[in-house]
Structure formats: structure tokens, C-alpha cells
């Protein structure tokens, strides 16, 4: 983005032309680690107007501050800012001092006074991008906007003065960030982003007393699963028993094999129905897992696109990929360890559905660190939830005997004279 005098070009008629010669000077880059900041000066001459232009650079951040100096010349000049990348017809608006969003989509300008900010976007989304032009240091800003395929915002400075730039995704996580989620009428959380903000503004609170970011994902992580234990627990108990009538379903299934007509399957219906009341299985307790889907959706999406800025154990920088794959073989282990817990009734299904976590194992070795870790705690405790389920589950079907009794088609439950037949639990 920073490329010579051409940056954040600076227009004033008859006197500075982006595209005309000048004399240039080659840029100074200054990098100050402890302010944790790289400062580029670039300084050029034309028409007898000399122009100094500082950007300073805010490592895992998308905004630059930009300062620029014109000496010898008008006592206000232009700042271009022409199109956002590809974007075909991108959102073009500004926000005055204590007024409303004014934006031009498709052919037309309009002229704001002194901005809060300005912005070029396209519609939000993981891959969509913004670019948004905010004044600094009681500098004050009028644009120009036009509209059109390209989109211009021309922004008018005077000689010394200081702005924002903002150039990354028009994401709701990056721009909060970045400071620019509390700006009217820029971008509007939809349900999940709301959820979203709550739970990163939650990371930054552990941020503050626990001062990692790779111990901040364990600890959101393991608070959420505690939050939907309660949840999970019902998914969970209807998953265990599940299991433990699968085998009495094939019986029932091989029974009424090759009987097609109505009444067969009528009575294979109401056997099937009468084995999950005696196993007190309730189909309906898979629902509980949708609830906590919305946090879980938000959960993934706010550790995806934070921006973390350290390391943590072996990892250099939770925001890449793991550099030595160490957690992209314990997420296939807890990933396999989990569909054993989920399985362990049925091993045909177990080894139907192990080779898909072998194509999952490209994504955890493409995602950041960050994310994979939280995916593969956030399993690990589901697995220990899962086995305690498992054994309460075994533990109450032992305790109860589980008689379940043959019911005939169009017939009453048995009476003390029926014969029933009693299976016993399910061993481990």
C-alpha cells in the first residue's frame, strides 16, 4: 500500500500532479520496536512545492496514520483515494461532525463537510474489503464522493495535517479492533456479530488478568462448554442410548426384512417406538444441541479473525498456522478419540467415518494456531463429557433392569400373564 510519492497521491492545481515528474528524495524507514511502530518518510519537490509524506506503520493492524506537510504551496490540497481493489460499485460515504451517513452507490458525487470519516466498502463479508479515511489530531476533513464502478474519495486537507487509514476487511472483528465498530453507521452487527462483540470484549477482560492470548482461548473455551454443559448433556444422554439400542433395532429391522406390505411396517414402526420408551430414549434431546449452536458460530468466527500478537508453548504466533503440525496430529487424535466415544457400539460406523477426519486434517494444518487449539480443547472436554454421560447412562439401564416387553401389533401392553423377554444392560 505504501509505494513512493504515489501514496495517498496529494493533487493541488497547477502546482503537485500524481502523475507529473518530480524531483524525489529516497524514502527513510525507521522501525522503533519499543513503540512497537515503523515510521517511512518520503519527500518530494514539485513545481517549487515541497511535500513531506509519514506513514507509520502499527504492526497486526490494518490502519496507518498518515502526516503530510506542504510547504511553499496552497493552503489546502487533495488527497486521492481512487477505488478498492476489484470491487465493482463499492458503498461510498462520509459521516459530518454530529450529522448523518451521506453514501453514493452507482453514478454520482456528493461533497461532505468536515468528516468524521470516510469510507469506500463492499457488502460485509469474510473476503469483502474497506477502506475508511478518518481525521486525526484536530486535523479537519471535507470529501468529495463519487460513485461508479471504481469509486473515488477525494479528501480535502490542509497543508500540515493528520488522518487514519484503514485498508482490510470490511469484518466486523477486524474493524472493532481496528476502533471503527463505534462509528455511525459504518457497519451493523447482524445476531451473530452481536454475540460476536460480547465475546471478544469477554477475551480482552481475561486479556487484562491473564496477559496471553494462547491461556485467554483455553479459558473462554473451557467457561463456554461449562455455560452449555447443561446443554450438551441432553444430546449427549440421547447419543449414549442411542447406542445401546442399535443392536436391538437390527433385530427388529432383520425381523420384518423383505416385508414390504402396510401392516409389517406399521408393526415394525410401533416396536421401534416401543423400544425407545422402554429405553427411555428421546429423540427429541438431539435438538438441545442447536441451541448453543448461535455462540459456538460466533465463537469460531470472533477466534478466526482476532488478530492475537504473541506466541504461546511452542507456538511462535498464535495468528498462522502451527510451523512444527504439533497441532495438527492432536486435533486427528482428539478428533478420533471423539468419534470412538461416539461409536464405540457400532465399529462399522467408526471406520465409515475415521477417513473423513483424515480430509479435515488439511484445514487444521491451513488454520491459525489460535483457532486450532480452541477447536481441539473445545473436544476434548466434549470426549470428557461424553464418557460421563456414557457411564451414568450404563450405570441407570443396569439399575433398571430395562424388561422390555414384545408388544403384538394392535395389542395392549402386556399384562402380568405376558410373556416378556428381558435384555439385560449393555456392556462396556
Known amino acids: 500500500m505504501v509505494a513512493g510519492r504515489k501514496a495517498f497521491a496529494v493533487q493541488a492545481a497547477d502546482v503537485l500532479d500524481p502523475a507529473g515528474p518530480a524531483q524525489t528524495q529516497p524514502a527513510q524507514v525507521k522501525t522503533d520496536l519499543a513503540a512497537n511502530r515503523q515510521d517511512a518518510v518520503f519527500r518530494y519537490t514539485q513545481n517549487g512545492v515541497q511535500v513531506t509524506k509519514t506513514v507509520t506503520l502499527h504492526p497486526r493492524n490494518f490502519k496507518v496514520d498518515v502526516r503530510t506537510e506542504v510547504k511553499n504551496g496552497p493552503e489546502q490540497v487533495n488527497m486521492l483515494f481512487p477505488g478498492l481493489g476489484k470491487a465493482d460499485n463499492p458503498r461510498v460515504q462520509a459521516v459530518p461532525v454530529g450529522g448523518q451517513p451521506a453514501s453514493v452507490q452507482g453514478s454520482g458525487t456528493l461533497s461532505v463537510q468536515n468528516i468524521q470519516y470516510a469510507a469506500l466498502q463492499e457488502n460485509p463479508s469474510q473476503i469483502a474489503h474497506a477502506l475508511i479515511v478518518r481525521p486525526q489530531q484536530g486535523t479537519r476533513v471535507d470529501v468529495q464522493l463519487t460513485g461508479g464502478p471504481q469509486g473515488l474519495v477525494t479528501a480535502v486537507l490542509p497543508a500540515t495535517s493528520n488522518i487514519e487509514v484503514y485498508g482490510g476487511k470490511n469484518e466486523l472483528i477486524h474493524l472493532y479492533q481496528s476502533g471503527y465498530t463505534e462509528m455511525p453507521g459504518l457497519f451493523k452487527p447482524n445476531f451473530f456479530g452481536q454475540i460476536s462483540l460480547l465475546i471478544v470484549k469477554l477475551m480482552e477482560s481475561l486479556y487484562k488478568v491473564i496477559g496471553n492470548w494462547g491461556l485467554v482461548i483455553m479459558a473462554l473455551t473451557v467457561l463456554l462448554r461449562l455455560v452449555m454443559w447443561p446443554l450438551m448433556q441432553a444430546q449427549g444422554r440421547t447419543t449414549a442410548r442411542m447406542q445401546m439400542i ?183
Open 246 to 428: 442399535q443392536p436391538l433395532q437390527k433385530e427388529i429391522q432383520e425381523k420384518y426384512k423383505g416385508k414390504t406390505d402396510p401392516e409389517s411396517q406399521r408393526a415394525m414402526q410401533m416396536e421401534m417406538a416401543q423400544l425407545m420408551r422402554d429405553y427411555q430414549v428421546n429423540p427429541a434431546g438431539c435438538f438441545s444441541t442447536l441451541l448453543p449452536f448461535p455462540v459456538l458460530i460466533a465463537l469460531w468466527s470472533t477466534v478466526r479473525n482476532f488478530e492475537f500478537d504473541s506466541g504461546f508453548l511452542w507456538l511462535p504466533d498464535l495468528a498462522i498456522p502451527d510451523p512444527f503440525y504439533i497441532l495438527a496430529v492432536l486435533y486427528l487424535i482428539v478428533n478420533l478419540g471423539q468419534l470412538y466415544v461416539m461409536t464405540r457400539k457400532t465399529p462399522e460406523m467408526f471406520r465409515q467415518q475415521a477417513i473423513i477426519y483424515l480430509v479435515f486434517l488439511y484445514f487444521a494444518l491451513t488454520f491459525p494456531a489460535g483457532v486450532t487449539l480452541y477447536i481441539i480443547l473445545s473436544t476434548i472436554i466434549g470426549i470428557v463429557q461424553q464418557v460421563i454421560i456414557n457411564k451414568q447412562v450404563e450405570k441407570e439401564t443396569a439399575s433398571l433392569g430395562q424388561t422390555v416387553q414384545k408388544v403384538a401389533p394392535g395389542t395392549r401392553p402386556a399384562t402380568k400373564t405376558t410373556v416378556t423377554k428381558t435384555i439385560d444392560a449393555p456392556k462396556k
